[in-house]
C-alpha cells in the first residue's frame, strides 16, 4: 500500500469537502477571506498543516474542522466528506472536553481496556441507528411507491 503525505491527503479531504458543497475554490477563498493564490496552495497542500486554516475553511464550507484534521490523522480523507454534515468528530471533541473537565486528574485511573470497551460500543451503537434509520427510510419509500400505484391517475 502506497504511503500517502499528510499534505496529499489534507488536500484530497479539502476538495472532497468543497466539492460535496458545490463550492468553486474562489467561492472559498472569498468565505475565508483569503486571496485565490493563497487558497489554492492550502487546497493543493502546498504548505505545512495550517490549524487556523483548517478552522477557516470548516466555517466558509460549514463542515467539520475536527474531522478534516482526522482524516488526515488516520489516513480517510472520505472522513471529512462523510461528518461534514453531521459534525461527527466535533461532537467527539466536545464530548471529550466535557469528559476533560469532569474527569481531570481521574482520567489516569482509568484502564485501557475500560475505554477500549466504552468506545466501541458508543460507535456500536452509532451504527446500529443508523441501520435502523436506513430501514425506516426504506420502509417509507417503499410505502410511498405502494401508495402511488394504488392511487387513481390524474386526468379522464
Known amino acids: 500500500m502506497e504511503t500517502r503525505r499528510d ?6 479531504a479539502l476538495k472532497l469537502v468543497r466539492r460535496h458543497r458545490g463550492m ?14 493563497t487558497y489554492e496552495r492550502f487546497e ?7 490549524i487556523d486554516y483548517v478552522h477557516r475553511f470548516a ?7 475536527y474531522a478534516i484534521i482526522l482524516a488526515v490523522a488516520i489516513g480517510s480523507p472520505e472522513l471529512a466528506r462523510r ?11 466536545i464530548g471529550a472536553r466535557r469528559f476533560d473537565q469532569a474527569m481531570g486528574d481521574r482520567i489516569h485511573q ?30 417509507l419509500k417503499r410505502g410511498v411507491s405502494d401508495l402511488s400505484s394504488v392511487r387513481p391517475k390524474p386526468g379522464r
Do not use: Y
Open 7 to 12: 499534505n496529499d491527503l489534507l488536500s484530497q
Open 59 to 65: 466555517n466558509a464550507t460549514d463542515s467539520d474542522p
Open 110 to 139: 482509568l484502564e485501557a481496556r475500560s475505554v477500549i470497551l466504552s468506545v466501541c460500543a458508543m460507535f456500536d451503537e452509532l451504527a446500529t441507528h443508523s441501520d435502523e434509520q436506513q430501514q425506516a427510510d426504506q420502509w
Open 83 to 93: 461528518c461534514a454534515d453531521n459534525k461527527l468528530v466535533t461532537t467527539l471533541v
Open 44 to 50: 493543493a497542500g502546498g504548505s505545512r498543516l495550517n
Open 24 to 37: 468553486t475554490a474562489a467561492d472559498v477563498a472569498s468565505a475565508m477571506r483569503m486571496a485565490l493564490r
